[in-house]
């Protein structure tokens, strides 16, 4: 079979492709070789050749480039997406064009374009729950909290509370039901994505299945960018003996998913027989920021100080982990990589890269600059 996979040249899709060519799949890739995230393109470039993989160049709202990847492809993993959550809540008509825009000109051509393709993925995330799922200490069970505003985190507030009693409310692991709440842009056009592709899918016959990722991290994820990837971040300033920032109270939690273990169900995704299908992908753990920060700095043996500074980001969350109930029913006896061997394999990976200009105070103060 011959696959596309739409942002072919980014850190998923990778690992991907390695999976799909050992198991004999043709891949094309179509990518714009963003420089935020790819630098010059050369090392992307130089990744397909090695892999026998086609790259087309080109951006995912290209008519013309889409067609061309298009041809002969029997299915599709839609990545291509900006993901930077606080660059998205000031580049708003970007990240709508690219993400909702982008992803709406490649089901326009499968509409109205003949075609092979037989099923459609989307790399769907774990942002467009917001908050996620809660519990409600008092008498209102599971809810889903509105996000936190930004006078409430300003008095460095970080509980959520029920949004109908009042009361205090616990996070629980969040399941595929959970209300959607975004709490960014990037989240609302990660969530339309999701929605206009389960609609379009379903008119047009073609199978398609959403995988709502959370925090994927692993060798090959860029280093250089400073708007996404808290351990990309963490590990380029550790290296640097640079301070870490660790915002609110680095008791807010995150699911930490290993790439080659989203790479492994997204392949297997391939041979599901079904009309659609959402579905989460992650470690099913919650790990708490700042363990996160500590176990970094261990493995990199760096001098670095770890500084809880009450800093916050609007649109970021405050706990999220995935409910992994329906994946374990799917795929039987999967079980995830432990964070722990995860980020070994990370900073060995690491250490064999380049070091670079921490940006990360360019991108916060950007966001100051407009009251974010």
Same mark, same amino acid.
């Given at each position: 079979?011959?696959?596309?996979? $739409?942002?072919?040249?980014?850190?998923?899709?990778?690992?991907?492709?390695?999976?799909?060519?050992?198991?004999?799949?043709?891949?094309?890739?179509? &990518?714009?070789?963003?420089?935020?995230?790819?630098? $010059?393109?050369?090392? *992307?470039?130089?990744?397909?050749?090695?892999?026998?993989?086609?790259?087309?160049?080109?951006? =995912?709202?290209?008519?013309? *480039?889409?067609?061309?990847?298009?041809?002969?492809?029997?299915?599709?993993?839609?990545?291509?997406?900006?993901?930077?959550?606080?660059?998205?809540?000031?580049?708003?008509?970007?990240? $709508?064009?690219?993400?909702?825009?982008?992803?709406?000109?490649?089901?326009?051509?499968?509409?109205?374009?003949?075609?092979? /393709?037989?099923? +459609?993925?989307?790399?769907?995330?774990?942002?467009? #729950?917001?908050?996620?799922?809660?519990?409600? =200490?008092?008498?209102?069970?599971? +809810?889903?909290?509105?996000?936190?505003?930004? *006078?409430?985190?300003?008095?460095?507030?970080?509980?959520? !509370?029920?949004?109908?009693?009042?009361?205090?409310?616990? @996070?629980?692991? $969040?399941?595929?039901?959970?209300?959607?709440?975004?709490?960014?842009?990037? *989240?609302?056009? %990660?969530?339309?994505?999701?929605?206009?592709?389960?609609?379009?899918?379903?008119?047009?016959?073609?199978?398609?299945?959403?995988?709502?990722?959370?925090?994927?991290?692993?060798?090959?994820?860029?280093?250089?960018?400073? #708007?996404?990837?808290?351990?990309?971040?963490?590990?380029?300033?550790?290296?640097?003996?640079?301070?870490?920032? +660790?915002?609110?109270?680095?008791?807010?939690?995150?699911?930490?998913?290993?790439?080659? &273990?989203? @790479?492994? +169900?997204?392949?297997?995704?391939?041979?599901?027989?079904?009309?659609?299908?959402?579905?989460?992908?992650?470690?099913?753990?919650?790990?708490? /920021?700042?363990?996160?920060?500590?176990?970094?700095?261990?493995?990199?043996?760096?001098?670095?100080? =770890?500084?809880?500074?009450?800093?916050?980001?609007?649109? &970021?969350?405050?706990?999220?982990?995935?409910?992994?109930?329906?994946?374990?029913?799917?795929?039987?006896?999967?079980?995830?990589?432990? =964070?722990?061997?995860?980020?070994? %394999?990370?900073? @060995?990976?690491?250490?064999?890269?380049?070091?670079?200009?921490?940006?990360?105070?360019?991108?916060?103060?950007?966001?100051?600059?407009? !009251?974010?």
């Amino acid at each position: 079979m011959k696959v596309l996979i $739409t942002g072919g040249a980014g850190f998923i899709s990778r690992h991907l492709t390695s999976l799909l060519c050992t198991q004999g799949y043709e891949v094309v890739w179509l &990518d714009n070789l963003d420089p935020q995230v790819h630098g $010059t393109g050369d090392a *992307a470039k130089a990744i397909a050749t090695g892999k026998g993989v086609k790259l087309v160049i080109g951006d =995912i709202r290209n008519r013309q *480039a889409c067609l061309s990847a298009l041809e002969g492809a029997e299915a599709i993993f839609h990545f291509a997406a900006l993901t930077g959550t606080g660059q998205s809540m000031y580049k708003v008509f970007h990240y $709508t064009d690219v993400n909702v825009g982008g992803t709406g000109l490649l089901w326009d051509i499968l509409a109205n374009e003949p075609h092979q /393709v037989k099923k +459609i993925l989307i790399a769907s995330s774990r942002s467009i #729950y917001g908050e996620g799922a809660y519990k409600c =200490i008092s008498k209102c069970g599971q +809810i889903v909290p509105y996000p936190r505003s930004k *006078a409430q985190l300003t008095h460095h507030d970080w509980s959520l !509370n029920c949004p109908h009693c009042g009361a205090i409310a616990e @996070a629980i692991s $969040t399941p595929e039901d959970s209300y959607p709440q975004p709490a960014s842009l990037y *989240a609302c056009s %990660k969530l339309a994505q999701e929605q206009m592709s389960l609609t379009m899918g379903k008119a047009l016959g073609i199978p398609t299945v959403a995988l709502r990722f959370q925090n994927v991290f692993g060798p090959e994820q860029s280093l250089s960018n400073p #708007y996404t990837g808290i351990i990309s971040i963490f590990s380029n300033q550790m290296r640097q003996n640079l301070p870490i920032n +660790i915002y609110e109270d680095g008791e807010e939690t995150r699911d930490f998913v290993y790439v080659g &273990d989203v @790479a492994e +169900i997204c392949s297997r995704s391939l041979a599901l027989d079904c009309d659609a299908l959402v579905a989460n992908v992650g470690s099913g753990i919650a790990t708490r /920021v700042i363990d996160l920060a500590y176990q970094l700095k261990s493995l990199w043996n760096s001098s670095s100080s =770890i500084e809880v500074t009450g800093d916050f980001r609007v649109g &970021d969350i405050r706990h999220n982990w995935a409910d992994l109930t329906k994946l374990n029913q799917i795929f039987p006896g999967w079980q995830p990589t432990p =964070i722990s061997s995860g980020l070994e %394999k990370f900073v @060995a990976w690491a250490k064999t890269q380049a070091i670079y200009e921490d940006r990360s105070k360019t991108a916060v103060q950007e966001l100051k600059q407009r !009251n974010l």
